[in-house]
């Protein structure tokens, strides 16, 4: 059974590869064992399934979309239930926009989605396809219980566990660091990272959304108050659940820690997910206000994922739009996405909005995004998410920009 193995500090990821052509199974098995994974295939989705409902978990999965007699497609909800955790990465031969639907349906069933791996199968090319997501996955997959409670979560707040990371936000016109997105991260006493995705959720299902958002809020204030000392115009995003946008009190609440840090106003992101349904109500409305009107800036998130993206921003004053990574991602190789990236920046300048493209992990990226009209750029090309002291190390390293962009 593959499982995560522990050597020191670092943990060993595991690949599993699902096709039903020996050859190709065997070529991408031997490809992920050269990129330093423990690696096994498998012919039909019956024999992954035993593997995954006898507790196998792997970081990695390469999913053959035409699986002889089998749709491919029929695995993702299995791999969703028993291994969500994966990055998934399609290996097909299937148009464009067949493969663009498929990575879409992963991504709606909560699965992280890789490239695409064309066939004929190129080792070199998968090995390169992992070499983004390896580093990520060695710092961030924790093992241990697959059950977080909200008894453990309160524990980890009040022992200082869940802690504020910092990922670089990039002018695309300068280079500069002109601000950062805050994540929280849950590090155990032994050291497991709890990966988010295991630990938001049920913050926000039992009542603790509130209390994770104001620890993270009050860390972050007071890490920007640091670095500002020697980088005045270095700005904090914060995440902001719409489950909040309930409580008249927020703004207030918000104000506290400002004054508390000595933060200037100007300095925070509040960050709003579209996708999590941003309520339509009259109090939302007063709340968000109030929030522009004290100087705060306030950013949809996630933009495109939504039911009513169009909606939101022209009913709630935002002052950024955040064009969401899987469109990034896909637009080097799908023109429909790279589309929706112009066209949504475009959207961003006609409305007087910032543009921050997520996701740029290349400089084609970069220069996508830049081309269409986006202000800044957050993904891996620049850093990922990183603790405090590692964030003011690059802050200090890199070159100042005088105002943000």
């Known amino acids: 059974m593959a499982a995560h193995s522990r050597t020191g500090l670092g943990v060993t990821q595991s690949l599993l590869v699902i096709d039903d052509q020996r050859l190709d199974r065997a070529i991408v098995t031997h490809a992920g064992m050269r990129a330093g994974l423990q690696a096994q295939g498998v012919g039909t989705i019956e024999e992954a399934r035993g593997l995954l409902e006898q507790g196998a978990r792997f970081d990695f999965i390469v999913l053959d979309l035409a699986l002889g007699e089998e749709d491919g497609l029929e695995a993702l909800p299995l791999i969703a239930a028993h291994n969500a955790g994966a990055v998934v990465i399609f290996a097909s031969g299937f148009d464009i926009r067949v493969l663009a639907a498929s990575q ?54 009040a022992s200082g566990g869940i802690r504020p990371w910092f990922q670089p936000k990039t002018s695309l016109r300068t280079g500069a660091i002109v601000g950062t997105e805050a994540l929280a991260r849950w590090v155990r006493a032994d050291g497991i990272l709890i990966p ?33 000392q020697t980088r005045p115009a270095c700005w904090v995003a914060v995440n902001l659940t719409p489950v909040l946008l309930t409580d008249p009190a927020l703004p207030d609440r918000i104000d506290d820690f400002l004054k508390a840090h000595q933060v200037p106003p100007s300095a925070l992101v509040l960050e709003i997910t579209e996708s999590s349904a941003i309520p339509d109500t009259p109090q939302a409305m007063e709340i968000l206000t109030r929030l522009r009107i004290r100087g705060i800036s306030l950013s949809i998130d996630d933009f495109g994922t939504g039911h009513s993206s169009l909606l939101s921003l022209v009913r709630m004053p935002f002052n950024e739009m955040k064009i969401d990574q899987t469109f990034v991602r896909e637009a080097i190789s799908n023109n429909d996405s790279r589309n929706v990236v112009r066209a949504s920046a475009s959207l961003g300048r006609e409305l007087g909005l910032n543009v921050v493209a997520e996701g740029v992990e290349t400089e084609p990226m970069a220069r996508l995004v830049q081309d269409a009209g986006c202000d800044v750029g957050q993904g891996w090309l620049y850093g990922k998410a990183m603790p405090q002291d590692a964030f003011e190390r690059l802050l200090h390293e890199s070159r100042p920009e005088e105002a943000a962009v």
Not at 138 to 154: F, M, N
Not at 206 to 228: I, K, N, P
């Open 196 to 228: 988010p995705s295991r630990f938001i959720p049920v913050a926000e299902a039992t009542g603790l959304a509130q209390e994770l958002t104001f620890a993270v809020l009050d860390q972050s204030l007071r890490a920007c108050a640091h670095w500002r």
């Open 104 to 157: 879409r349906l992963a991504s709606a069933l909560g699965l992280q989605v890789g490239s695409v791996l064309r066939k004929p199968i190129m080792p070199a090319v998968l090995i390169e396809l992992l070499r983004p997501h390896v580093t990520v996955i060695q710092q961030e997959t924790a093992t241990g219980p697959t059950q977080v409670h909200a008894d453990q979560i309160r524990r980890a707040l």
